[in-house]
T-cell receptor
Framework: NAGVTQTPKFQVLKTGQSMTLQCAQD?????MSWYRQDPGMGLRLIHY???????DQGEVPNGYNVSRSTTEDFPLRLLSAAPSQTSVYFC???????????FGDGTRLSIL | GESVGLHLPTLSVQEGDNSIINCAYS??????FIWYKQESGKGPQFIID?????DKRQGQRVTVLLNKTVKHLSLQIAATQPGDSAVYFC??????????????FGKGTKLSVIP
């Protein structure tokens, strides 16, 4: 049981490039979510999914897309990277929405 | 706007002492609260949670207190150990409508344990 696995752990992009951050969980959790963590700002919700085929926007969705074709995977796509998207990105999952979420160890993304 | 926040950004305690980390929330509709611990280079780790129908919940060396009257949440760590050094976040699970919940985090308190 690996929990929540995020790849890659580190990435450097140039402005305008696109990229997909991967997230997979093996706990059969229905709820999955993406957060970004910036210094002094805590974690902010980007997008979330309550089950396969269902996604919704969080607090800071602009510039990001998600899809949930399977229960296990919840990739986050940056369509055209901008320096403001430099951050640490965390994926999390839980059985249901109103239960404790399990977090991955994050992807550290730098946009030049 | 409504937000979850912490009173103190840093807290230093002597090893063996008890630690108290405070959190204020402003959304009276929130009904579920969680404390997370985050060590350097790692993702947040669940510590303890409490629902709004409770005032207190205890775990192993940790206790969470919820005061709904003043919208205040606290995490108490008994006999603090060096391994407790980390950033602690409180989070509230808000019902954002149509049965949907969103987790909102505070900015965090850095706990440093002095050996």
């Amino acid at each position: 049981n690996a929990g929540v696995t995020q790849t890659p752990k580190f990435q450097v992009l140039k402005t305008g490039q696109s990229m997909t951050l991967q997230c997979a969980q093996d706990m059969n959790h229905e709820y999955m979510s993406w957060y970004r963590q910036d210094p002094g700002m805590g974690l902010r919700l980007i997008h979330y999914s309550v089950g396969a085929g269902i996604t919704d926007q969080g607090e800071v969705p602009n510039g990001y897309n998600v899809s949930r074709s399977t229960t296990e995977d919840f990739p986050l796509r940056l369509l055209s990277a901008a320096p403001s998207q430099t951050s640490v990105y965390f994926c999390a999952s839980s059985y249901q929405q109103n239960q404790p979420q399990h977090f991955g160890d994050g992807t550290r993304l730098s946009i030049l | 706007g409504e937000s979850v926040g912490l009173h103190l950004p840093t807290l230093s305690v002597q090893e063996g002492d008890n630690s108290i980390i405070n959190c204020a929330y402003s959304n009276s509709a929130s009904d579920y609260f969680i404390w997370y611990k985050q060590e350097s280079g790692k993702g947040p780790q669940f510590i303890i949670d409490i629902r709004s129908n409770m005032d207190k919940r205890q775990g192993q060396r940790v206790t969470v207190l919820l005061n709904k009257t003043v919208k205040h949440l606290s995490l108490q760590i008994a006999a603090t150990q060096p391994g407790d050094s980390a950033v602690y976040f409180c989070a509230e699970n808000r019902n954002s409508g149509a049965g949907s919940y969103q987790l909102t985090f505070g900015k965090g308190t850095k706990l440093s344990v002095i050996p």
